[in-house]
């Protein structure tokens, strides 16, 4: 079987199963993906991680959330959610606040830094997140959908 991804890949041997195949065109294809998104969000001066931590937090609204909130939230996981935290606190993109009935409790909101960068460059998101997309109708986009979460649940 003879693919793309193969070419991609520079291998001349075919692979030993469809399903071999198909797990590594998948994972080429979010590399790219992920690889053109970090080039749309370097000139902000953001990574994707951070903006995947805002898009979360603007999505949590006013109540914010806590740290192991925000890690179940996140698309890839990051094991020093903690850190990433400091970082954007650093940078005034997050306020963290420590609950006065539990000093354990440090809840996490998006600051104006945070809404106005998001403001600033939720149009062209929007537009890299169809790019990669644009030659495929609503129902193959669909349809690729149901494939990929069929994948998952058997993970």
């Known amino acids: 079987m003879k693919t793309d ?29 992920t690889d053109a998104f970090e080039r749309m969000l370097k000139p902000h001066g953001i990574t994707s991680t951070q903006f995947n931590v805002l898009r979360i937090l603007r999505g949590a609204g006013d109540t914010g959330l806590c740290r192991n909130e925000i890690g179940d ?29 539990d ?3 440090v809840r996490t909101f998006l600051a104006d830094k945070g809404y106005e960068l998001l403001a600033e460059i939720d149009e062209e998101v929007s537009t890299e997140q169809r790019r990669p997309f644009r030659e495929l109708s609503e129902k193959q986009l669909e349809e690729l959908i149901e494939m990929l979460a069929s994948v998952r649940q058997n993970i």
């Open 5 to 33: 991804v193969t070419k991609d890949l520079k291998q001349s041997r075919p692979f030993a199963n469809l399903e071999h195949g198909a797990q590594l065109s998948i994972i080429r294809t979010s590399s790219m993906l």
């Open 103 to 105: 000093r354990r409790m």
């Open 73 to 101: 939230r996140m698309i890839t996981r990051m094991p020093d959610v903690t850190r990433l935290l400091d970082r954007m606190e650093e940078a005034g993109y997050i306020a963290r606040e420590r609950s006065t009935e």
